[in-house]
């Protein structure tokens, strides 16, 4: 569920995020200088526009994709074995019409976390014992502490979600009267119901009297976050909440099921994986929109990431439904703090590191310490196909890592462009986000690049290649959450950025031995 920097941004600093909005939306591609911290794209064309290259699928693990938007017309996988639309399983793998993908979570689109779901298991079996059993059972401190800090963490969201929705209120009054572009006088005409709505009026007559362009980059994501925290406040800690069987109908309970769900990869909004989509491989040879890293990749979607925490059964069968069907790259981002399934999870890595499946997992946005644990899925034991990213920013030094990035020596192999990255979004739109979540796709898309210009590389040798090229942040950098300053190989396994022409470099040179 970490995967809502935007939620946090907006309530808790959205002056920050007026004032220091990017300019160049597409700056993640840039060359890799001191004042341009991208990844050297345009480099990485010119390197190999005499080369073939073949078509890499890219699996995207999320809330599903939008695959009719216009920017991923031709970007998509299409399942080559399926008839659309004849209720059949054509190809025989169990899923019937699953064109683009699969729907592993049916018709949920918020479901509780992880958390919510431990205590509510715990509250009823502590329900059954008597005092004295329940002051014995080892557990049950710890029960009680995590109880203290859950009803906390509740009430700060709904505090949040009543806040941010009234500032959606007035901007959606003031867009639906007066459009995309509205003047300082519009914006003053509307009239601000209670402190959060007027707190939105100011801050909205700050922008348009700035720049009224400015205006729908904040509201799309004034809106978003609405449209993520109101579900959230209901429903991430309801302890009872539990609409598996309505919404999907399998047996939770059998983690050995893998034939569940339906075809429909795009249910609800689907703007998250749309824009990770996008980030990956929107059509970057037109001449609107955003621009994707690899023009050769095909996006498979795998709808799996509720407005809540992703279950590890969904988790472990979307890994192994895209290792079956051709996904050489699968993006994973998404995570939590607790897993109580993770061994079949653990599996599924394994299952893809033996078909040679790269697998590009987003680090997290708490700008935490991830070597001390409480982020997953993660590779366990060191899986030689998992590659954990964590978030670079566009700012200068000291400040080259985003501020809400995860890190750690051991557990974040390197960094990519995540802060303010333009791509794809629902209603066939495009808006800036920032997050683990955007970094992740940039890696991703990297290594689809690189893939399919060299295609007998093992997963092993792709991960080694993206590590190995990366550019080294030699200065010292400010630690995500903190004012202290460290050299980031001191917080990520690389300490560098991930950068596509010098990964083409390196392959390049292998390839040759």
Known sequence: MNKLRLTITLTLGIFTLVGFAQKDSLWHLNSSTATEPGIDWQKANDFVAEKEAVEIIVAVIDDGVNVDHPDLQGRIWINPAEVAGNGIDDDGNGYVDDVYGWNFIGKTKADNLEKARFLGTEKIRYATMKGSERKKDEGYEAYKTLTKEFKKEAKKTKRQAKFIGRMDGYMTALHDKYGDAPTLKQARSIRAKKFAGKTGKLITKK?????PKNFMGIYSQIHEGAEQLVPAATHHYN???NERQANVGDNYSDVTEKY?????????SSGHGTHVAGIIAANSSNDFGAKGVCANCKIMSIRTVPN????????ANSIRYAVDNGAKIINMSFGKSMSPQAEVVKSAIKYAE???????????????DNDKGGNYPNDGAGASNWLEIGASS?????????????????QVDLFAPGDEIYSTYTNNGYNPASGTSMASPVAAGVAGYVLSYYPTLTATELKSILMKSAIAMSDAQQ????????VPSEISVSGGIVNVYKALQLAEEMSKK
């Open 207 to 211: 922008i348009v009297k700035k720049d």
């Open 239 to 241: 302890t009872a909440l």
């Open 260 to 268: 569940y769900g339906d075809n429909q990869v795009n249910y609800h």
């Open 308 to 315: 809540g925490d992703e279950r590890d059964k969904d988790v």
């Open 354 to 368: 033996e078909k040679n499946v790269l697998l590009v997992h987003a680090a997290g946005n708490d700008a935490s």
């Open 394 to 410: 566009y700012r200068k030094s000291p400040m080259r890592l985003a501020d809400f990035s995860n890190y750690g020596k051991t």
């Open 479 to 486: 630690v995500p959450g903190s004012k202290e300053l460290k």
